[in-house]
């Protein structure tokens, strides 16, 4: 699920059913041809396969889905390749190929890599939202009303286009274009890696194809019912209590930021208010009138990784001074990274679909600090824009004979173990569940859960692969608080 930008982006993350499942299409034929892809060592090889916009018209209008394959490096490669399936949802799983290299290095001595920019990404029929740049005035940035009109400027620019029926674009129709990929480069099964939202995806797809599952692994489970924007402030709640817990439990810490959460909560009760803020990108000073859904979106972007939530007692001290500027540079950092650029009306498109639904029904309760803000962004969003068709069997996940392996970060914000261990127990007895205590959102790159996910994969059988050890994730720590070098006063405007 997505680090929410402190922009668009950011206000806006049983039984088997395989008679429901619609039937594959013939593959036509997809022609690869070798490429280069940015920070991709070897060559790789990329193609297009056409696809119908709208399943129910199979002659009907056509998109591209952009395919590339990063080879096997022996010539005796495995029959199973690794699909990867990226997270946002809107993210591009070829612009995630650099990343995917390092990732699968030692897979790929035996198994192809296939990276699919899902339809609405990357070049797959892109679904993009022209975004405010990074150096504009924070208060232009934060601006409700203008973010209102540019979501409702946005739509229209894609409604316009010639892929603009927005309502195709849901994770079931997208997972029947992977496994047309799957059919036309001619594997019989598939070894699925879902990272964030690619987790939901993957999960439909073994809904829809479970006998072309090899192996399934699950990294940040979003599952379909989950209704993500009401799990935002909830989840994101636990996440920063364990923050403040941390510093308590720590002399050190407790000694610099003495009764931080008590202030903290004084600071939110008293917005808005106009503050000083120094531009973290461009060093211009500006006045920017405060409010808690400006801090609670910057709070909630260090915590996807603990290695920056390990800044957030310094910066939240410094902000209950009056300096928020440590704060807006440990967000605003976050979302100026390539990856996690955001195709945002796919993103619009899958969740207005798929999580707006169930919120009328959700059991979630706000958080304190967050609130309802993500909630009510989406639901702004969401009223009016198209909304595709979502099955019921959507929602459900039924059992899987395939060994699957779920990875969950005891400290992340969006999607916490709570989710995983729920899906798993839905997956039956071949499934396992590994909780990295002190991990954030994502942890299959760490090191240690890198081997165990390439020994998962690589095992002959499934007995073997269910029986790989994973002790090594319980014994990572937690980043200790961050101390700054230089005097506070130094960090950002003073009083």
Known sequence: MPRMKPNLTALVAAAWLVAAAPPALAAPPLSLEPCRLRGVEHDALCGVLQRPLNPAEPQGKTIEVHVAVLPALARNKKPDPVFLLAGGPGQSAIGLAASAERLFARLLNRRDVVLVDQRGVGRSAPLVCDDESPTAPIADRLDMAGMSRQITRCLAALQALPHGDLR???????????????????????????GSYGTRAGLEYARQFPQRVRRLVLDGVA????ALPATFSPDGQVALDAVFAACEADAGCRARHPQLRERWRLLLAALPKPLPVVHPLTGAVETVNVTRDLLAMQVRQPLYVPALAAALPAAMDRATQGDIGPLLALGMGMS??????????MHFSVICAEDMPRMAGTAERPGPDFGSLFADVYTRVCAGWPRGSVPPAFYTVPALPAPALLLSGGADPVTPPRHGARIAQALGPSARHVVVPQAGHGVMALPCVRDVLFRFIDADTDAAAQQVDTGCAAALPRPPAFVPLAPAAAMGVTR
């Open 336 to 345: 100026a990274r390539r990856e996690t650029q955001l195709a945002m009306g």
């Open 223 to 226: 599952p379909p019912d989950m």
């Open 168 to 194: 195709q674009y849901t994770t079931t129709i997208a997972m029947q274009d992977v496994d047309a990929v799957r059919a036309a480069l001619g594997a019989e099964r598939v070894n699925l890696v879902g």
